[in-house]
């Protein structure tokens, strides 16, 4: 069973302003403002669940039983990995140099792999024991720039 990625933080923006809305359903009235964002919200959390596609960038996390080759993150676009923790055999959790990876972003998925010359190190066999951080939307859409 593959694991889903889960944000860490709601969006600080929507994909469609208040504005627009309003303009396209033809409503001036403020008494439909927080309907009309909700409706923004659900249309957006029901495009980003069904396509993998996250619309207005945020922090999200992705975790694995394991590492296992090259490591695919099923969402995009992702902007940056932020951090790669797994936990060790002896329990503790660590945290991989971005050295230690090197990773390739497209519109729909992401990938991680070991850096040229080195592997994976060994993590211990339990749930959630591979940790990715990362960032994912538009650019330009979350407030990162």
Partial sequence: MMNKPVQLAA???????????????????????????????AAREQFESETGVILTSRPMRIAFDCFN??????????????ALRYVDMAGEVQTLEPAAYQWRAGIYEA????????SWPQARPQYDSVQIDFTAGWPGTGGEN
């Fill in 111 to 118: 990938y991680v792999r070991p850096a040229y010359g080195r």
């Fill in 11 to 41: 969006p600080a923006i929507e994909p469609i302003t208040l504005a627009e809305a309003r303009a396209d359903v033809k409503v001036d009235l403020p008494e439909d403002d927080a309907r009309l964002q909700r409706e923004i919200r």
């Fill in 69 to 82: 080759g090259e490591i695919r993150i099923p969402t995009g676009p992702v902007l940056s990995i932020d």
